[in-house]
């Protein structure tokens, strides 16, 4: 893996990025945004993504965003992490990550990642590089939502 790069990805990558996109979310493919394509341009304000690429091909990906804090620096949250399958356990994953977190750092006091109970290889693999688990984390249903609460 001497030949793995890992560089912010730009819209020139958006080709290679929808695939790898559409590979992490196999299953899903009635869902409206299954079909879009992933620019990295129109990825919101604060966030970066990272690739990897063997040899130029990209195999891998990490969305990291950061929100700002009204008292100090803000937030880092990595939202994606995916490594092509023939590209696994070879160390890219956590390559992306500590590029993620050397670029979240300088903006957040803390990083979360998001992933399900349900995934216990990246729970594993996140506890390993480091990462401590959080026992609550609440979420809001948007789509079951009846009417406002204005």
Partial sequence: MNNIKIEVASDKNTYELTQLYR???KGDEEQKFFNSKALPSHFVSGSRVFVAKDNGKIVGFLWAVFYEHIKNKGV???????VDEKYRRKGIGKMLVFKAINFLKKHSTVIFV??????HGAIKFYKAIGFKE????FFYPIEQSKGSRE
């Fill in 114 to 119: 998001t992933t399900g109970p349900h995934m």
């Fill in 23 to 25: 590979k992490l979310y």
């Fill in 76 to 82: 880092g949250i990595i939202e994606e992490l995916y």
């Fill in 134 to 137: 959080s026992k609550v984390w």
